[in-house]
T-cell receptor, first 114, second 114 residues
Framework: AQSVAQPEDQVNVAEGNPLTVKCTYSVSGNPYLFWYVQYPNRGLQFLLKYITGDNLVKGSYGFEAEFNKSQTSFHLKKPSALVSDSALYFCAVRDKAAGNKLTFGGGTRVLVKP | NAGVMQNPRHLVRRRGQEARLRCSPMKGHSHVYWYRQLPEEGLKFMVYLQKENIIDESGMPKERFSAEFPKEGPSILRIQQVVRGDSAAYFC????????????FGPGTRLTVL
């Protein structure tokens, strides 16, 4: 069975500082990995994905993520955080062998302070 | 191109009533997924449907819950005899084909059971 872990419930960072949101995963086959962001009372917005190819993936709003197969991680990063980045971030995995469903982590709340 | 539409956005039901949640996928998308988000938790997969077919219902509770995606019209998630534990945000996502990568999420329906 596939699973995703986001070890931090909340990450606090000062505006302008680097932001990292951690994610590790477990799948039986090759993973498809995704990051989504959720603002209050809104749906999920797609940020980026890793399917194959370069381990460093660039996405929307200046975010990027690095796929590390040996550590089974897919951490989300942003070099310089903005107050507007404050939101709930979800990592998700899709194991192609297990069908199309996404398995989500529990989410990490990011608070960027001015 | 309009995004995934869900209605109603908010639904209040008393215990024992029925709840019907509607999802219109993005234009050209024939694959629909339903997820449930309990307060302060991540999203949990419920069901995956194509037009007139249920492909994967491994996340659906065995009783009271049903889903359909008819040839014409929106996908419907139906919850009979609601209980307080059904209170959650229900998100619909769509994708254009089975092997597509991202799922595009709607704004969700927030169900409150009194």
């Amino acid at each position: 069975a596939q699973s995703v872990a986001q070890p931090e419930d909340q990450v606090n960072v000062a505006e302008g500082n680097p932001l990292t949101v951690k994610c590790t995963y477990s799948v039986s086959g090759n993973p498809y990995l995704f990051w989504y962001v959720q603002y209050p009372n809104r749906g999920l917005q797609f940020l980026l994905k890793y399917i194959t190819g370069d381990n460093l993936v660039k996405g929307s709003y200046g975010f990027e993520a690095e796929f590390n197969k040996s550590q089974t991680s897919f951490h989300l990063k942003k070099p310089s955080a903005l107050v507007s980045d404050s939101a709930l971030y979800f990592c998700a995995v899709r194991d192609k062998a297990a069908g199309n469903k996404l398995t989500f982590g529990g989410g990490t709340r990011v608070l960027v302070k001015p | 191109n309009a995004g995934v539409m869900q209605n109603p956005r908010h639904l209040v039901r008393r215990r024992g009533q029925e709840a019907r949640l509607r999802c219109s996928p993005m234009k050209g998308h024939s694959h629909v997924y339903w997820y449930r988000q309990l307060p302060e938790e991540g999203l949990k997969f419920m069901v995956y449907l194509q037009k007139e077919n249920i492909i994967d219902e491994s996340g659906m509770p065995k009783e009271r819950f049903s889903a359909e995606f008819p040839k014409e019209g929106p996908s419907i998630l139906r919850i009979q005899q609601v209980v307080r534990g059904d209170s959650a945000a229900y998100f619909c996502a769509s994708s254009p084909w089975q092997e597509s990568d991202e799922q595009f999420f709607g704004p969700g329906t927030r169900l409150t059971v009194l």
